[in-house]
Nanobody
Framework: QVQLVESGGALVQAGGSLRLSCTASGIVFAPVVMAWYRQAPGKQRELAARIEGGAGRNTYYLDSVDGRFTISRDNAKRSIYLEMNSLKPEDTALYYC????????WGQGTQVTVSS
């Protein structure tokens, strides 16, 4: 059974930083493309960042987070991370990680709240 567990969300002030973590189990982790999604209240879930498998040299970022967020992975720990800097109130959302090849598998998410 594939499971995803996210952590690291918190309440922070605008301009602050957070590091989210996601650990996967039940899959061969190293080759898979992984992603972070987010869903703000009343809005659709959106792709925030994606990282290719292996060394993770290729990444994608939503325009609004590009330059502020960094996605990375540690295959030995079966984990991906999202380093978030210069946080804005509009970054407030429930953040989820996802396996590109298993789009219906989701964790419980981790809440990020940015106060102004």
């Amino acid at each position: 059974q594939v499971q995803l567990v996210e952590s690291g969300g918190a309440l922070v002030q605008a301009g602050g930083s957070l590091r989210l973590s996601c650990t996967a189990s039940g899959i061969v982790f190293a080759p898979v493309v992984m992603a972070w999604y987010r869903q703000a209240p009343g809005k659709q879930r959106e792709l925030a960042a994606r990282i290719e498998g292996g060394a993770g040299r290729n990444t994608y970022y939503l325009d609004s987070v590009d330059g502020r967020f960094t996605i990375s992975r540690d295959n030995a720990k079966r984990s991906i991370y999202l380093e978030m800097n210069s946080l804005k109130p509009e970054d407030t959302a429930l953040y989820y990680c996802n396996i590109d090849a298993l789009p219906d598998v989701w964790g419980q998410g981790t809440q990020v709240t940015v106060s102004s």
